[in-house]
């Protein structure tokens, strides 16, 4: 089974950045679409990101088209999120997984990497 492993997270003031990592295990990776998705306080998860598997198309929630920007290594079979001019509603906890697979009630996620912006 495929796990994906997030890292990168930390405490960032407003206006700060970070880049996120997610190392996907498996040969898999480089074959499908793959997705950052966030889960605040109080909500439901949602899709921030997402790339194409060759990474030539990529796709951004309205709240964050202009700062972040998802990239992927097939060779490392790694997705990135950079993320810059945080704000304090980017906080929540950031996971990845293959857009194919995430509206599965039974897909598996990884444990997530924890992003907090203080104001």
């Known amino acids: 089974q495929v796990q994906f492993v997030e890292s990168g997270g930390g405490l960032v003031q407003a206006g700060g950045s970070l880049r996120l990592s997610c190392a996907a295990s498996g040969n898999t990776f480089r074959r499908n679409t793959i997705g950052w998705y966030r889960q605040g306080p109080g909500k439901q998860r949602e899709l921030v990101a997402r790339?194409?598997?060759?990474?030539?198309?990529?796709n951004y929630a309205d709240s964050v088209k202009g700062r972040f920007t998802i990239s992927r290594d097939n060779a490392k079979n790694t997705v990135y999120l950079q993320m810059n001019n945080l704000k304090p509603e980017d906080t929540a906890v950031y996971y990845c997984?293959?857009?194919?697979?995430?509206?599965?009630?039974?897909?598996?996620w990884g444990q997530g990497t924890q992003v907090t912006v203080s104001s």
């Open positions: 790339i194409t598997s060759g990474g030539g198309v990529t």
């Open positions: 997984n293959y857009v194919a697979w995430a509206s599965n009630p039974d897909s598996a």
